[in-house]
């Protein structure tokens, strides 16, 4: 499975930014999430959602402001942000797997396939 991320950009504090991640020669698998890297710091987790059981998670920091969802005519996995602030400053990664038990949703290495990553800054 190969995913491409994409919709990143710079933009103002309190603006909105859609990203979507589309998978190639497989479909996506059971859970997809949205994780974001600011430079010099970890891999955070930001979006989860988990078909199979139904399950959708958000970082604290990001609840009330994103939404992870699917839109299936186009095949993608779509992260909406809105009220965005300059510490949403990040590269965005998507992933996906099939073995991600809902303990671990939230986390980077329950995951098997990674995009590439798309650039969002955030100014003040």
């Known amino acids: 499975v190969q995913l491409q991320a994409s919709g990143g950009g710079l933009v103002r504090a309190g603006d909105s930014l859609r990203l979507s991640c589309a998978a190639s020669g497989l479909t996506f698998g059971t859970s997809i999430a949205w994780f974001r890297q600011a430079p010099g710091k970890e891999r955070d987790f930001v979006a989860a959602i988990s078909r199979s059981r139904g399950i959708i998670k958000y970082a604290d920091s990001v609840k009330g402001r994103f939404t992870i969802s699917r839109d299936s005519a186009k095949n993608t996995i779509d992260l909406s942000m809105f009220s965005l602030k300059p510490e949403d400053t990040g590269v965005y990664y998507c992933?996906?797997?099939?073995?991600?038990?809902?303990?671990?949703?939230?986390?980077?290495?329950?995951?098997?396939?990674w995009g590439q990553g798309t650039q969002v800054t955030v100014s003040s």
């Open positions: 992933a996906t797997g099939d073995r991600v038990i809902a303990s671990r949703i939230g986390v980077a290495a329950a995951y098997d396939y």
